[in-house]
């Protein structure tokens, strides 16, 4: 009996510190703008122009920020498809975007994109990491 429950409270502590492994950031910006969302296990972090805000990471946004990035395969982040349509910010000023996820100390980035025209396989990510500053 006493394995047992050693073998969970390992488990659970395994469980806890891969919590603690990610970090994920959206960036967008734009001439004379910017705002970022930062979120860890801990804190949330809002960053617009050089207004922050700081607060206590709920416990179902970080779920929800943990099954969002891990449905992304990181490896191949830097690798997705940026459409054409999603590159406007290259002529026309538009709002890029730049998604970074931070595991074991590996970081992740995608390649830019035009805000709210995220590439598929990170657009519910985007979008609600996007959704953190409303």
């Known amino acids: 009996m006493l394995f047992i429950i050693t073998s969970c409270s390992t488990n ?8 603690k492994t990610i970090e994920v950031t959206r960036i967008q910006s734009t001439r004379g703008n910017s ?7 801990e804190k949330t972090y809002i960053i617009h122009n050089f207004d922050t805000i700081i607060r206590q990471t709920k416990k179902e946004d970080w779920k929800k920020v943990k099954d969002l990035s891990r449905k992304v395969n990181l490896p191949k982040l ?3 498809v940026v459409e054409k349509s999603a590159q406007r910010h290259q002529f026309d000023g538009a709002p890029i975007v730049n998604l970074s996820v931070k595991e074991n100390e590996i970081n992740y980035y995608s390649p830019s994109y035009d805000a709210g025209r995220a590439p598929e396989e990170i657009y519910e990510l985007d979008m609600f990491l996007k959704s953190l500053s409303e």
């Open 12 to 19: 659970n502590k395994l469980i806890e510190n891969d919590s």
């Open 78 to 80: 830097e690798y997705i």
């Open 35 to 41: 705002e970022s969302q930062i979120i860890n296990f």
